[in-house]
């Protein structure tokens, strides 16, 4: 079944921890996206990445890692560093070139700093 | 700089009667854009882009560059097309993905 799964769907952390979370898809898709989405922010770019072993920040980068090992995988960390890290994050991927740059979003992933 | 603009946050109408959903942008490239829509507890998935000038559920969207504008349109609204959507904006050469903040679209009976 191919398809963008994030895990896990409920996040915890206690402040002053590092926290991953994880990414995959099966499309084969080049380009991978992490957003953090915020009642009346619409959805904010954090990290993208077009090719394995190479990302560029977004709009909101600082207090966020990624890496990009594989082609399939894009885990994001949200470190302690992260001012308000409390919120709903959405990770995406789609093709590059050709017609269908259509985004495939995963369920998201709500974290919650307790 | 790059910018997706929905001026809407939420925008009510009656079933039947005619819906826009404004978005503007802010690109010096050459722009691809998206509608977006997010039903409840759906995951966000395309509803149309501008490249394929495609009617999808009724909607459509028409790119018009000299006012940097993608709005989307329906004729007569149904009630379920009540959801959340979003706007996109896709940079040529680095390929960032650009969202609006969204306009919540509630269709009453």
């Known amino acids: 079944d191919g398809g963008i799964t994030q895990s896990p769907k409920y996040l915890f952390r206690k402040e002053g921890q590092n926290v991953t979370l994880s990414c995959e898809q099966n499309l084969n898709h080049d380009a991978m996206y992490w957003y953090r989405q915020d009642p009346g922010q619409g959805l904010r770019l954090i990290y993208y990445s077009q090719i394995v072993n190479d990302f560029q920040k977004g709009d909101i980068a600082e207090g966020y890692s990624v890496s990009r090992e594989k082609k399939e995988s894009f885990p994001l960390t949200v470190t302690s560093a992260q001012k308000n890290p409390t919120a709903f994050y959405l990770c995406a991927s789609s093709m590059m070139r050709g017609l269908n740059t259509e985004a495939f979003f995963g369920q998201g992933t709500r974290l919650t700093v307790v | 700089a790059q910018r997706v603009t929905q001026p809407e946050k939420l925008l009510s109408v009656f079933k039947g009667a005619p819906v826009e959903l404004k978005c503007n942008y802010s690109?010096?490239?050459?722009?691809?854009l998206f509608w977006y829509v997010q039903y409840s507890r759906q995951r966000l998935q395309l509803l149309l882009r501008?490249?394929s000038r495609e009617s999808i559920k009724g909607f459509t969207a028409d790119l018009n560059k000299g006012e940097t504008s993608f709005h989307l349109k329906k004729p007569f609204a149904q009630e379920e097309d009540s959801a959340m959507y979003y706007c996109?904006?896709?940079?040529?050469?680095?390929?960032?993905?650009?969202f609006g903040t969204g306009t919540r679209l509630k269709v009453l009976a």
């Open positions: 501008h490249i």
């Open positions: 996109a904006l896709l940079t040529s050469g680095t390929y960032k993905y650009i």
């Open positions: 690109y010096s490239g050459s722009p691809e």
